[in-house]
């Protein structure tokens, strides 16, 4: 909620509902809502977000603001599952198809880190990793002892692929939409996003890659951009 780009966005109500509800719709699509968690931190800035969430029904974990590795790993373990995969709360048009793809691989058991990040082949804002649980708490001390991977959470584990089993998903389908800006972080990116969310012919939940990078075209080249 104290985002300095775009202050309280994951309250900000986006075409009459609040921008967090897009992924939360979307993710008890495809999970039980026990195996959900909201990782926000103990700022009083965030009670509204935590009380909203509440009602839900969805479960919390509040850590620190600027530890975000620690505060994803101990949500982790309150849920304590074999995998941890992180959803950005500003990822409001998250692929729900991808996401059921990946989660399935996770089930498989094969992989320790599955990710369609590398490179950016997909848009900011539909990043998906998940991660096996203990092969995350191996990798922490590291990743606790620096700052830089403290709060971005992930890229130790980019650089160190050869200490377990990674698979990376890479978009081949749509090469135009490799690294176009979908994460809701600015002023722009939330008048963008009302405006996919107004013209869509599409419910959120089945928007999918071909249709957002379709209708981020049109909003790119549109007057009211």
Same mark, same amino acid.
């Given at each position: /909620?104290?985002?300095?780009?775009? =202050?309280a966005?994951?309250?900000?109500?986006?075409?009459?509902?609040e921008?967090i509800? @897009?992924?939360i719709? &979307?993710?008890? +699509?495809?999970?039980p809502k026990?195996?959900?968690?909201?990782a926000?931190?103990?700022?009083?800035?965030?009670d509204?977000?935590?009380?909203f969430?509440?009602?839900? #029904?969805?479960?919390l974990?509040? #850590?620190?603001l600027?530890?975000?590795?620690? +505060?994803? @790993?101990?949500?982790?373990?309150q849920?304590?599952?074999? @995998?941890?995969? +992180?959803?950005?709360?500003?990822?409001?048009f998250?692929?729900?198809?991808?996401?059921?793809?990946?989660l399935?691989?996770?089930?498989?058991g094969? @992989?320790?880190?599955?990710?369609?990040v590398k490179?950016?082949?997909?848009?900011?804002?539909m990043s998906v990793?998940?991660v096996?649980t203990?092969?995350?708490? &191996?990798l922490l001390?590291?990743?606790?002892?620096?700052?830089?991977?403290?709060?971005?959470? /992930? =890229?130790?584990?980019?650089?160190r692929?050869?200490? #377990? +089993?990674?698979?990376?998903?890479m978009?081949?389908d749509?090469?135009?939409?490799?690294?176009?800006?979908?994460?809701?972080?600015?002023?722009?990116?939330? &008048?963008?996003?009302?405006?996919?969310?107004?013209?869509?012919?599409l419910?959120h939940?089945? /928007?999918?890659?071909?249709e957002?990078?379709?209708?981020?075209?049109?909003?790119?080249?549109? =007057?009211?951009?």
């Amino acid at each position: /909620m104290s985002s300095s780009r775009l =202050p309280a966005k994951a309250l900000r109500p986006l075409e009459g509902k609040e921008s967090i509800l @897009y992924i939360i719709e &979307k993710l008890l +699509r495809l999970l039980p809502k026990e195996n959900i968690i909201l990782a926000t931190s103990t700022e009083s800035s965030d009670d509204p977000l935590v009380n909203f969430v509440e009602k839900l #029904g969805i479960a919390l974990y509040r #850590g620190s603001l600027t530890n975000v590795a620690e +505060r994803f @790993y101990q949500a982790g373990l309150q849920l304590n599952c074999p @995998y941890l995969c +992180r959803m950005n709360g500003d990822n409001i048009f998250l692929d729900s198809q991808l996401l059921q793809s990946l989660l399935s691989l996770a089930n498989s058991g094969e @992989y320790d880190f599955i990710s369609n990040v590398k490179d950016r082949t997909y848009p900011k804002g539909m990043s998906v990793e998940i991660v096996r649980t203990a092969y995350y708490e &191996k990798l922490l001390p590291e990743i606790l002892a620096n700052d830089y991977y403290t709060e971005h959470v /992930m =890229p130790l584990v980019y650089e160190r692929a050869n200490s #377990g +089993r990674h698979y990376y998903q890479m978009n081949t389908d749509y090469p135009d939409a490799a690294g176009i800006q979908l994460a809701l972080d600015t002023a722009q990116d939330f &008048k963008r996003s009302e405006w996919i969310l107004k013209h869509s012919s599409l419910p959120h939940t089945q /928007m999918g890659l071909r249709e957002l990078l379709q209708l981020y075209k049109t909003y790119e080249q549109s =007057p009211e951009r």
